[in-house]
């Protein structure tokens, strides 16, 4: 569920620098799983296929790579995405683009700031390489870029599983669920996204923290009303039973934990 964390980020983050989903230039970086997934949502919320891009270890995907399997999703990838029809690494996959989500190498090094500086003006940068993120925040923005998010908690605009986990699951399972389908996920990004929206968006804050726990009641029941409308639910409830349950059974896992780490084997949370 970290491709709806993702997919909230960017559209919060697109707002933030006043662009729109469908007109901005995406760039994947890295043609793992994850940001397979991650673009497959994207493409689903409203983003441009012809726009977007994917480029790993052997460079942008394109028509001429003929290096996957036909069953590989990345194969179709090659074919629909990159309109453009660009050659090259990951310098010339950030030319002229918008967005980067980059899920690759461990860092600090692995964008150098000079490759950002070629990106558009109002840029938007998620570089989620843990431990380490693939370039270090600060320098991105000194290399023009407007918005950057990570995966760590130390640094703003965090991108982390957790931020999806227990919503989406809190729902899936309050009704049953039978899958997990792209509609569900761009529910439960889009009720994150509303949640930051509700509060002031700046470059600083796209979507809520981990301490704002109030967004996974409100997260479990997006996805279980969206899996009740595609017919996917075995049990039906209202919005507001959802979230009654919901909210009772999160806070009181989130009470919990935090017992757990001030008096119990772990050690005290810092101030």
Known sequence: MHNASQNAKCGCSIRVVGKSLGDVKITMIGAGAANVAILRLILAAGADTARTLMVDTSGILGPDRTDFAAEDPRARLCRVTNAERRRGG????????DVAIALSKPGPDTLAPEWLKG???????????NPISEIWPWEAKEAGVRVVATGRCD?????????G???????VLDVRARTISNEMAIAAASEIARCAEEKELHEEYI????DEWDVFPR???ATAMKAQDQGLARV?????????????????AHKMMKTMMNSGPFAPMPE
């Open 119 to 129: 990106m558009n003006d109002h840029a938007i940068l998620f570089a989620c390489a």
């Open 90 to 97: 990951v310098a010339e996959a950030l030319s002229g683009v």
């Open 236 to 252: 039906q409830k209202s919005p507001e039973a959802l979230h009654e349950e919901a909210r009772a059974t999160i806070q009181a």
């Open 165 to 171: 986990f227990p919503g989406i699951f809190r729902g």
């Open 219 to 221: 997260e479990a029941v």
């Open 207 to 210: 979507v809520p923290t981990m």
């Open 155 to 163: 640094f703003a605009n965090q991108v982390n599983n957790s931020l």
